[in-house]
T-cell receptor
Framework: TQLLEQSPQFLSIQEGENLTVYCNSSSVFSSLQWYRQEPGEGPVLLVT?????EVKKLKRLTFQFGDARKDSSLHITAAQPGDTGLYLC????????????FGTGTRLQVTL | GAVVSQHPSRVICKSGTSVKIECRSLDFQATTMFWYRQFPKKSLMLMAT?????????EQGVEKDKFLINHASLTLSTLTVTSAHPEDSSFYIC?????????????????FGEGSRLTVL
Protein backbone atom coordinates (compact mmCIF):
# COMPACT_ATOMS: atom_id res chain seq x y z
CA THR A 1 0.00 0.00 0.00
CA GLN A 2 1.40 3.32 -1.12
CA LEU A 3 0.92 6.04 1.48
CA LEU A 4 1.29 8.91 -0.97
CA GLU A 5 -0.45 8.65 -4.31
CA GLN A 6 0.45 11.11 -7.03
CA SER A 7 -1.62 11.94 -10.06
CA PRO A 8 -1.24 11.96 -12.91
CA GLN A 9 1.51 9.38 -13.24
CA PHE A 10 2.61 10.78 -16.56
CA LEU A 11 1.95 14.10 -18.23
CA SER A 12 3.07 15.26 -21.66
CA ILE A 13 2.32 18.87 -22.52
CA GLN A 14 3.51 21.60 -24.81
CA GLU A 15 5.57 24.59 -23.80
CA GLY A 16 3.44 27.36 -22.37
CA GLU A 17 0.70 25.17 -20.95
CA ASN A 18 -0.24 25.06 -17.28
CA LEU A 19 -0.44 21.90 -15.21
CA THR A 20 -1.19 20.64 -11.73
CA VAL A 21 0.21 17.59 -9.99
CA TYR A 22 -1.57 16.16 -6.99
CA CYS A 23 -0.22 14.28 -4.00
CA ASN A 24 -2.84 12.57 -1.85
CA SER A 25 -2.89 10.46 1.29
CA SER A 26 -5.23 9.30 4.02
CA SER A 27 -2.47 9.96 6.55
CA VAL A 28 -1.55 13.23 8.21
CA PHE A 29 1.94 14.56 7.60
CA SER A 30 3.88 16.94 9.79
CA SER A 31 5.61 18.28 6.72
CA LEU A 32 5.66 17.64 3.01
CA GLN A 33 8.33 18.25 0.44
CA TRP A 34 8.43 18.33 -3.34
CA TYR A 35 11.44 17.16 -5.32
CA ARG A 36 12.39 17.08 -8.99
CA GLN A 37 14.61 14.31 -10.32
CA GLU A 38 16.31 14.02 -13.68
CA PRO A 39 17.39 10.66 -15.14
CA GLY A 40 20.49 9.23 -13.52
CA GLU A 41 20.59 11.84 -10.79
CA GLY A 42 19.37 12.20 -7.24
CA PRO A 43 16.24 14.22 -6.39
CA VAL A 44 16.59 17.94 -5.79
CA LEU A 45 14.43 19.68 -3.21
CA LEU A 46 12.01 22.29 -4.54
CA VAL A 47 10.03 23.25 -1.45
CA THR A 48 8.99 22.24 2.06
CA UNK A 49 5.53 23.00 3.47
CA UNK A 50 4.67 22.50 7.11
CA UNK A 51 1.46 24.39 7.87
CA UNK A 52 -2.00 23.27 6.78
CA UNK A 53 -3.26 25.55 4.01
CA GLU A 54 0.20 26.92 3.35
CA VAL A 55 0.95 28.19 -0.15
CA LYS A 56 4.47 28.73 -1.41
CA LYS A 57 5.59 30.11 -4.73
CA LEU A 58 8.85 29.46 -6.49
CA LYS A 59 8.91 31.46 -9.73
CA ARG A 60 6.38 29.65 -11.97
CA LEU A 61 5.75 26.90 -9.43
CA THR A 62 3.03 27.15 -6.78
CA PHE A 63 2.83 24.62 -3.98
CA GLN A 64 -0.08 24.15 -1.62
CA PHE A 65 -0.42 22.02 1.50
CA GLY A 66 -3.94 20.86 2.28
CA ASP A 67 -5.74 22.24 5.31
CA ALA A 68 -5.74 18.80 6.93
CA ARG A 69 -2.11 18.18 5.96
CA LYS A 70 -3.09 15.04 4.05
CA ASP A 71 -2.56 16.31 0.53
CA SER A 72 -0.60 18.75 -1.55
CA SER A 73 -0.51 20.13 -5.05
CA LEU A 74 2.09 21.54 -7.39
CA HIS A 75 0.97 23.94 -10.10
CA ILE A 76 3.29 24.98 -12.90
CA THR A 77 2.43 28.01 -14.98
CA ALA A 78 3.66 28.35 -18.55
CA ALA A 79 5.67 25.14 -18.53
CA GLN A 80 9.05 25.10 -20.21
CA PRO A 81 11.15 22.19 -21.56
CA GLY A 82 13.48 22.68 -18.60
CA ASP A 83 10.64 21.64 -16.30
CA THR A 84 10.81 18.11 -17.70
CA GLY A 85 11.55 15.52 -15.04
CA LEU A 86 10.16 13.25 -12.36
CA TYR A 87 8.31 15.16 -9.65
CA LEU A 88 8.13 13.50 -6.27
CA CYS A 89 6.26 14.50 -3.17
CA UNK A 90 7.55 13.20 0.13
CA UNK A 91 6.05 13.44 3.56
CA UNK A 92 7.12 12.92 7.13
CA UNK A 93 4.40 11.20 9.14
CA UNK A 94 3.36 12.88 12.35
CA UNK A 95 5.21 11.42 15.28
CA UNK A 96 7.89 9.68 13.26
CA UNK A 97 11.56 10.50 13.11
CA UNK A 98 13.04 12.32 10.17
CA UNK A 99 12.49 9.66 7.52
CA UNK A 100 10.42 10.54 4.49
CA UNK A 101 7.85 8.54 2.59
CA PHE A 102 7.94 9.25 -1.12
CA GLY A 103 4.98 9.50 -3.43
CA THR A 104 4.48 7.39 -6.52
CA GLY A 105 5.94 10.10 -8.75
CA THR A 106 4.73 12.13 -11.72
CA ARG A 107 6.77 12.12 -14.86
CA LEU A 108 6.44 15.41 -16.75
CA GLN A 109 7.51 15.94 -20.32
CA VAL A 110 7.34 19.42 -21.81
CA THR A 111 7.86 19.69 -25.55
CA LEU A 112 8.44 22.69 -27.79
CA GLY B 1 23.67 24.07 -0.44
CA ALA B 2 25.03 21.02 1.28
CA VAL B 3 26.66 18.36 -0.87
CA VAL B 4 26.23 14.62 -0.64
CA SER B 5 28.43 12.49 -2.84
CA GLN B 6 28.05 8.85 -3.78
CA HIS B 7 30.67 6.52 -5.17
CA PRO B 8 30.75 4.71 -7.47
CA SER B 9 28.14 6.24 -9.78
CA ARG B 10 28.03 3.06 -11.84
CA VAL B 11 29.13 -0.46 -11.06
CA ILE B 12 28.81 -3.72 -12.94
CA CYS B 13 29.56 -6.94 -11.12
CA LYS B 14 29.19 -10.66 -11.52
CA SER B 15 26.50 -12.58 -9.70
CA GLY B 16 27.68 -13.74 -6.29
CA THR B 17 30.09 -10.90 -5.63
CA SER B 18 29.66 -8.11 -3.07
CA VAL B 19 29.54 -4.44 -3.92
CA LYS B 20 30.11 -1.48 -1.61
CA ILE B 21 28.58 1.93 -2.24
CA GLU B 22 29.78 4.97 -0.30
CA CYS B 23 27.76 8.01 0.68
CA ARG B 24 29.62 11.06 1.96
CA SER B 25 28.40 14.39 3.28
CA LEU B 26 31.10 16.73 2.02
CA ASP B 27 30.50 19.95 3.93
CA PHE B 28 28.33 19.02 6.88
CA GLN B 29 27.98 16.32 9.48
CA ALA B 30 25.12 13.89 9.22
CA THR B 31 24.19 11.74 12.18
CA THR B 32 21.50 10.16 10.06
CA MET B 33 21.62 9.08 6.45
CA PHE B 34 19.02 7.25 4.43
CA TRP B 35 19.37 4.63 1.73
CA TYR B 36 16.80 4.29 -1.04
CA ARG B 37 16.30 1.99 -3.95
CA GLN B 38 14.69 3.15 -7.17
CA PHE B 39 13.48 0.95 -10.00
CA PRO B 40 13.26 2.35 -13.55
CA LYS B 41 10.62 5.06 -13.86
CA LYS B 42 9.47 4.42 -10.31
CA SER B 43 9.61 6.34 -7.07
CA LEU B 44 12.13 5.98 -4.26
CA MET B 45 11.70 3.17 -1.78
CA LEU B 46 13.31 3.68 1.61
CA MET B 47 15.50 0.72 2.49
CA ALA B 48 17.03 1.73 5.78
CA THR B 49 18.01 4.56 8.07
CA UNK B 50 21.70 4.70 8.83
CA UNK B 51 22.62 5.99 12.27
CA UNK B 52 26.14 7.08 13.12
CA UNK B 53 27.65 4.83 15.75
CA UNK B 54 24.73 2.45 15.97
CA UNK B 55 22.92 -0.20 13.99
CA UNK B 56 20.89 0.77 10.97
CA UNK B 57 17.11 0.61 11.07
CA UNK B 58 15.75 -1.42 8.18
CA GLU B 59 12.35 -1.06 6.58
CA GLN B 60 10.01 -4.01 6.48
CA GLY B 61 10.92 -6.50 3.80
CA VAL B 62 14.54 -5.36 3.44
CA GLU B 63 17.04 -8.10 4.25
CA LYS B 64 19.58 -6.92 6.81
CA ASP B 65 22.12 -9.57 5.89
CA LYS B 66 21.75 -8.79 2.22
CA PHE B 67 22.16 -5.03 2.47
CA LEU B 68 24.80 -4.25 5.06
CA ILE B 69 24.93 -0.67 6.23
CA ASN B 70 27.76 0.90 8.17
CA HIS B 71 27.82 4.48 9.42
CA ALA B 72 31.22 4.70 11.04
CA SER B 73 31.64 8.47 10.97
CA LEU B 74 29.54 11.62 10.79
CA THR B 75 30.33 12.03 7.12
CA LEU B 76 30.31 8.51 5.72
CA SER B 77 27.76 5.74 5.36
CA THR B 78 28.29 2.63 3.28
CA LEU B 79 25.87 0.16 1.74
CA THR B 80 27.22 -3.26 0.86
CA VAL B 81 25.13 -5.49 -1.35
CA THR B 82 26.30 -8.97 -0.43
CA SER B 83 26.24 -11.94 -2.81
CA ALA B 84 24.59 -9.79 -5.43
CA HIS B 85 22.14 -11.29 -7.90
CA PRO B 86 20.59 -9.83 -11.07
CA GLU B 87 17.43 -8.90 -9.16
CA ASP B 88 19.55 -6.58 -7.01
CA SER B 89 20.27 -4.47 -10.08
CA SER B 90 18.86 -1.04 -9.36
CA PHE B 91 19.57 2.63 -8.75
CA TYR B 92 20.62 3.14 -5.15
CA ILE B 93 20.42 6.63 -3.68
CA CYS B 94 21.51 7.95 -0.31
CA UNK B 95 20.46 11.13 1.45
CA UNK B 96 21.45 13.08 4.51
CA UNK B 97 19.51 15.64 6.46
CA UNK B 98 20.79 19.03 7.49
CA UNK B 99 19.29 20.29 10.73
CA UNK B 100 16.26 22.49 10.18
CA UNK B 101 16.50 26.15 11.21
CA UNK B 102 12.86 26.40 12.25
CA UNK B 103 13.28 23.95 15.07
CA UNK B 104 10.85 21.54 13.47
CA UNK B 105 12.39 18.09 13.46
CA UNK B 106 11.33 17.27 9.94
CA UNK B 107 11.94 20.50 8.07
CA UNK B 108 15.66 20.18 7.67
CA UNK B 109 16.49 19.91 4.04
CA UNK B 110 17.27 16.45 2.76
CA UNK B 111 20.19 16.38 0.34
CA PHE B 112 20.56 13.49 -2.03
CA GLY B 113 23.59 11.89 -3.54
CA GLU B 114 23.90 11.46 -7.27
CA GLY B 115 22.88 7.84 -7.06
CA SER B 116 24.70 4.61 -7.88
CA ARG B 117 23.53 2.36 -10.65
CA LEU B 118 24.25 -1.28 -9.91
CA THR B 119 24.08 -3.87 -12.65
CA VAL B 120 24.56 -7.50 -11.67
CA LEU B 121 25.31 -9.84 -14.54
Amino acid sequence: TQLLEQSPQFLSIQEGENLTVYCNSSSVFSSLQWYRQEPGEGPVLLVTVVTGGEVKKLKRLTFQFGDARKDSSLHITAAQPGDTGLYLCAGALTGTASKLTFGTGTRLQVTL
Amino acid sequence: GAVVSQHPSRVICKSGTSVKIECRSLDFQATTMFWYRQFPKKSLMLMATSNEGSKATYEQGVEKDKFLINHASLTLSTLTVTSAHPEDSSFYICSARVAGTSGHANTGELFFGEGSRLTVL
